[in-house]
């Protein structure tokens, strides 16, 4: 009893270190990182995946791709980095593609049974590809804590697939 208390404290631990290196790159002063750009970096350092530091594939997914209020960015960044896992530990790209489109439609589910939806603009009731709209976006602090609720929620449900036991009961999943 004593020891399966210790590893469940050791998870916790563990995602208690993906939650804050997420709120690190997300909560910066210069907003250098959008809600994409955060799951995906976060995530690809996790994984162990090649440029870890690089965002750029997931820049144009912020604000619901290029702030059109669609599928939230912490979902879509995360959905990238389960790709790019999947093609790393899945040779065939047919099944890597079909593993992770399971794992990205499970934690979608997921997502919208926590927050009500996946849309961006149902999640932040702001059309921030209105230049007015995204500036009062900021100043509401929205971000700080709606949009960062969610980028936790979406690394932490995914920051065990780092893990391969974790791993290979996810594909068991997706495949059954």
């Known amino acids: 009893m ?3 208390i210790g590893l469940k404290n050791m998870k916790k631990i563990k995602n208690e ?13 210069t907003n250098q990182y959008g809600c994409a750009e955060t799951s995906y970096i976060t995530l690809k350092e996790i994984y ?3 440029n870890q530091k690089n965002s750029s594939a997931a820049m144009a997914l912020n604000g619901g791709i290029a702030y059109s209020g669609s599928v939230c960015g912490a979902i879509t960044g995360g959905a990238m980095a389960i790709g790019e896992l999947s093609k790393q530990r899945i040779k065939k790209h047919k099944k890597a593609k079909t593993i992770a489109r ?5 934690i979608m ?3 919208k049974q926590e927050f009500g939806s996946c849309n961006c603009s149902d999640l932040i009731k702001y059309d921030i590809s209105i230049p007015e709209e995204h500036d009062k976006f900021i100043e ?3 971000w ?6 969610q980028i936790e929620f979406v690394v932490s449900k995914l920051f065990k697939l780092h893990d ?4 290979n009961a996810s594909v068991k999943e997706a495949l059954d």
């Open 140 to 142: 509401s602090g929205v």
């Open 48 to 50: 162990c995946l090649k």
């Open 109 to 111: 589910e997921e997502f």
């Open 102 to 106: 399971k794992i990205t439609m499970k």
């Open 144 to 149: 700080k804590e709606d949009c960062m609720a």
């Open 2 to 4: 004593h020891i399966s």
């Open 17 to 29: 270190k993906v939650i804050k290196k997420a709120r690190n790159y997300f909560l910066r002063e």
């Open 164 to 167: 391969k036991d974790q791993w």
